[in-house]
């Protein structure tokens, strides 16, 4: 297990500020957040490469005064940060080397990753004649070919087209299930984070905003930038008035649990909107009426969009009820959710 203690470092006007976590045994964790956010400092920090204030404990082993070689930490920087001018098998014997193997233990160990990774074909060439997906693969059989206790892997899909994403994602997994490898993870992809993860940890300007699991960010984002990058549907700008809520732009205002007053903003998932062709007798408070604008499918759903009081709402609905209720574009209907279906989203009222 690993954990991070107050990680406080200061890079010219940038800091981290006191940022903790705990990656659990055999866990994947993904560190998310916008691009200058300090994910790749605190991996660095992580590896040993930078060094900051607070404790690293590594399987309850102070490690935060340890070089990089030291710490048995596996690491793939973004540029995967092969040596150009070594080939294949000189890359992997690099850290084999450095932790002072024997020959005989590197040639054993090499043949044994080689084989188990299928790049022995790669061997005598070097990275710059090979795919992005074949440097991303040797440079995690590199990373993991002296058996880390942890590895750390920075945007490792930012090079590989879109086609190689699905097996590499599948090749990650394998990894965890057969090595029982603590994994951190570095994306901006929520797609990815979510896919790999069991964990994610949102950073923001350098602080940790959020920590929890995929469906825990999905359904309470609390935050105006993780609902936008959970690809919440629904984000509306107003101003609340006790328990209502007005929109912007529109005559519209939301009765919602919450009384205040003030800017703010509100998150509403699409799949908490109920449509019908006529008004339901139902507990929700909020009904309007509005116009089928647009019509997305999306295999097993569709995307309606809704226009109503000049507020585009975003409803989600299986394709067997688009069906049922022959919904097409232009129609007029109605749209129905509860008023605790509104979410308050913390953020930048400028």
């Known amino acids: ?38 994910k790749s400092t605190i991996i660095k920090i992580i590896t040993g490469i930078v060094k900051a204030d607070g ?7 102070d490690i935060t005064k340890l070089s990089p070689e030291k710490r048995n930490i596996g690491y793939i920087p ?15 014997e690099f850290p084999l080397k450095r932790r002072k193997f024997r020959k005989n233990k590197i040639e054993e ?20 004649t090979l795919s992005g997906g074949e440097r991303q693969k040797v440079a995690l059989v590199r990373a993991l070919v002296y058996k880390p206790e942890l ?24 990894i965890r299930g057969k090595y029982g490898i603590s994994i951190i993870y570095v994306t901006h992809n929520f797609d ?15 602080e940790k905003i959020r920590e929890g699991t995929p469906k825990e960010l999905i359904n309470n984002p609390d935050d105006l930038w993780i609902a936008s990058f959970v690809k919440e549907k629904n984000i509306f700008k107003g101003k609340f008035k006790g328990n209502l809520f007005c929109v912007d732009g529109s005559e519209i205002c939301f009765h919602t649990p919450f009384f205040k007053d003030g800017q703010g903003f509100l998150s509403l998932r699409a799949d908490e909107i109920i449509i019908s062709k006529e008004p339901l007798d139902s507990s929700a408070l909020n009904v309007y009426e509005g116009e089928i604008i647009e ?31 022959n919904l097409k574009k232009g129609d007029k209907i109605f749209i129905h959710f509860k008023a605790n279906s509104l979410k308050e989203l913390s953020g930048d009222f400028k």
């Open 55 to 61: 404790k690293i404990l590594l399987n309850g082993k």
């Open 151 to 174: 590895l750390l892997m920075d945007e490792p899909l930012s090079s590989i087209d879109a086609q190689k994403k699905e097996d590499y994602i599948k090749l990650i997994k394998k």
């Open 1 to 38: 297990m690993l954990a991070l203690e107050k990680i406080k470092k200061r890079i010219g006007t940038f800091e981290i500020k006191g940022i903790s976590f705990n990656v659990d045994d055999g866990e994947i964790l993904s560190l998310i957040g916008p691009s200058g956010a300090g």
């Open 78 to 92: 973004q540029s995967t940060g092969l040596f150009p001018h070594l080939s294949v098998k000189e890359n992997i």
């Open 295 to 325: 019509l997305i499918n999306m295999n097993y759903n569709s995307q309606i969009g809704v226009n109503s009081g000049n507020i585009l709402f975003k409803v989600i609905i299986t394709n067997r009820s688009l069906e049922r209720l």
């Open 192 to 206: 990815e984070a979510i896919t790999l993860s069991e964990k994610l940890v949102v950073i923001k300007n350098g």
């Open 109 to 128: 160990m090499i043949e044994t990753f080689s084989d188990e990774f299928g790049i022995k074909n790669l061997l005598l060439r070097k990275p710059e």
